[in-house]
């Protein structure tokens, strides 16, 4: 299971903006697809956004056209913008790593702390 750190999170009025980063170690083949997962409280955990090594993006439909997904393959490195957000963005965010597109929520063994998105409306 690979390693992570993530940073970024905070509180933001309706509209507005944040940047997630994490950093990851582990293998390559742990590190192929980089993603973000997030909890609102009584809710499931969701994946939000995943990049491949190769740099395939999947994006759920409640933040298409909001964020957007980013990696450095050097440094292990991937970045969520978050544009535009709404209360129902409100969630504790976490960064992951898989060896592919297909691992689902329920496939990880081990998560990071998350980093805690607010927003207000």
């Known amino acids: 299971q690979a390693q992570v750190a993530e940073s970024g999170g905070g509180f933001v009025q309706s509209g507005g903006s944040l940047r997630l980063s994490c950093a990851a170690s582990?293998?390559?083949?742990?590190?192929?697809?980089m993603g973000w997962y997030r909890q609102a409280p009584g809710k499931e955990r969701e994946v939000v956004a995943r990049?491949?090594?190769?740099?395939?993006?999947y994006y759920s439909d409640s933040v298409k056209g909001r964020f957007t997904i980013s990696r450095d393959n050097a440094r292990n490195t991937v970045v969520l913008q978050m544009n535009n957000l709404k209360p129902e963005d409100t969630a504790i965010y976490y960064c992951?790593?898989?060896?592919?597109?297909?691992?689902?929520?329920?496939?990880?063994?081990?998560w990071g702390q998350g980093t805690q998105v607010t927003v207000s409306s």
């Open positions: 582990g293998s390559s083949f742990r590190l192929n697809v």
């Open positions: 990049i491949s090594r190769s740099g395939a993006i």
């Open positions: 992951n790593a898989a060896p592919s597109q297909d691992w689902k929520v329920s496939d990880f063994r081990s």
